[in-house]
């Protein structure tokens, strides 16, 4: 979902790419709330974060709930551009399908405003 609402910022110079730490299964209900705001993000494969691309990356965005989630290993040698997001695991928050959705719809508004936001931050990198 991040990378759906990165790739629609005017950010030249900037490539976009994801990848996850936890299993490679999304939820059918990430790709419904970004359908409902016209970004289609149905053909986006999950794939699992590997020491090649963060080794590359010139800034890692780490999503997770902070309370909810395993935590992860990045590299000690990455630990300095890494930005950590909290945002709800829905999977473990929510009771039911109805509260799922919800969650998502939620973490879809978070997520448009926290890119927004890092779009300031990366143009001080470059």
């Known amino acids: 979902m991040a990378e759906g609402w990165a790739q ?3 950010i030249s110079g900037w490539k976009f790419d994801s990848g996850g730490w936890s299993s490679t299964e999304s939820s059918p209900f990430s790709v419904e709330a970004m359908n409902e705001l016209c970004i289609d993000i149905s053909k986006k494969k999950r794939v699992r974060a590997d020491s090649h691309k963060l080794n590359e990356a010139s800034v890692i965005i780490a999503i997770h709930d ?3 989630d395993l ?3 990045i590299p000690p040698h990455c ?3 890494v930005v950590h997001w ?3 695991n829905p999977k473990k928050r929510a009771k039911n399908p109805i509260e799922e959705w919800v969650f998502y719809q ?3 508004d978070s997520l448009a405003l926290k890119v927004k ?3 300031d931050v990366l143009n001080t990198i470059t």
């Open 8 to 10: 629609i910022l005017d």
């Open 66 to 68: 902070f309370e909810e």
């Open 71 to 73: 935590d992860f290993e």
């Open 79 to 81: 630990q300095n551009k």
């Open 86 to 88: 909290n945002l709800p």
């Open 106 to 108: 939620e973490i879809c």
């Open 117 to 119: 936001s890092l779009k």
